[in-house]
């Protein structure tokens, strides 16, 4: 089975700060790495995914998350953010075989200031 | 194309009074899913369905019945409601292509049982 761990709930950060949010994940077999964004009372849309090849993986708003098979970790990063930035983002996993079923983090409020 | 739909958005139910929760998506999507959203705790995987006529446990089973008569409809059921089913239920879909990965999500919708 797989489990993600999201070290923090809410992220409040400045504009124009950098920002990491953090993803710890947990299985016995290989996994493909997302991340989702969901924006006040949406749904949740894809942000980035890691499926294979280069471990760096880019989104076109700016953010980016790196896999780390040793760490089991897939962080993702912002260098400068702004307020559109605001929204809940859950790390999630799921078996590279099988039916598709996403396990998720318990996802991480980003907060922009002013 | 309109994607993932859910219907009703908003409902309030009483202890003991029964509902369904109507999916549709119009993406020729093999894969449909239907999770719960509780705060802190991400969103967790209640049933699935691979295929039309088929259907399947997920995490948090217990309370709840599916149903996938058509392919483009998938039906949530709770016989009894329980104020622990307070939830935002959120719809999912995918294609079954081994080279198709994201799940689409519907816009959720908001139940409080009292």
Same mark, same amino acid.
């Given at each position: 089975?797989?489990?993600?761990?999201?070290?923090?709930?809410?992220?409040?950060? *400045?504009?124009?700060?950098?920002?990491? $949010?953090?993803?710890?994940?947990?299985?016995?077999?290989?996994?493909?790495? *997302?991340?989702?964004?969901?924006?006040?009372?949406?749904?949740?849309?894809? $942000?980035?995914?890691?499926?294979?090849?280069?471990? $760096?993986?880019?989104?076109?708003?700016?953010?980016?998350?790196?896999?780390?098979?040793?760490?089991?970790?897939?962080?993702?990063?912002?260098?400068?953010?702004?307020?559109?930035? /605001?929204?809940?983002?859950?790390?999630?996993?799921?078996?590279?075989?099988?039916?598709?079923?996403?396990? *998720?983090?318990?996802? /991480?409020?980003?907060?922009?200031?002013? | 194309?309109?994607?993932?739909?859910?219907?009703?958005?908003?409902?309030?139910?009483? &202890?003991?009074?029964? @509902? &369904?929760?109507? +999916?549709?998506?119009? @993406?020729?999507? %093999?894969? @449909?899913?239907?999770?719960?959203?509780?705060?802190? @705790?991400?969103?967790?995987?209640?049933?699935?369905?691979?295929?039309?006529?088929?259907?399947?446990?997920? %995490?948090?089973?217990?309370?709840?019945?599916?149903?996938?008569?058509?392919?483009?409809?998938?039906?949530?059921?709770?016989?009894?409601?329980?104020?622990?089913?307070?939830?935002?239920?959120? +719809?999912?879909?995918?294609?079954?292509?081994?080279?198709?990965? %994201?799940?689409?999500?519907?816009?959720?919708?908001?139940?409080?049982?009292?």
């Amino acid at each position: 089975a797989q489990s993600v761990t999201q070290l923090d709930s809410q992220v409040p950060v *400045f504009e124009e700060a950098p920002v990491e $949010l953090r993803c710890n994940y947990s299985s016995s077999v290989s996994v493909y790495l *997302f991340w989702y964004v969901q924006y006040p009372n949406q749904g949740l849309q894809l $942000l980035l995914k890691y499926l294979s090849g280069s471990t $760096l993986v880019e989104s076109i708003n700016g953010f980016e998350a790196e896999f780390n098979k040793s760490q089991t970790s897939f962080h993702l990063r912002k260098p400068s953010v702004h307020i559109s930035d /605001t929204a809940e983002y859950f790390c999630a996993v799921r078996h590279i075989q099988g039916a598709q079923k996403l396990v *998720f983090g318990q996802g /991480t409020r980003l907060t922009i200031n002013p | 194309n309109a994607g993932v739909t859910q219907t009703p958005k908003f409902r309030v139910l009483k &202890t003991g009074q029964s @509902m &369904t929760l109507l +999916c549709a998506q119009d @993406m020729n999507h %093999e894969y @449909m899913y239907w999770y719960r959203q509780d705060p802190g @705790m991400g969103l967790r995987l209640i049933h699935y369905s691979v295929g039309e006529g088929t259907t399947a446990k997920g %995490e948090v089973p217990d309370g709840y019945n599916v149903s996938r008569l058509k392919k483009q409809n998938f039906l949530l059921g709770l016989e009894s409601a329980a104020p622990s089913q307070t939830s935002v239920y959120f +719809c999912a879909s995918s294609y079954r292509a081994s080279g198709t990965y %994201e799940q689409y999500f519907g816009p959720g919708t908001r139940l409080t049982v009292t």
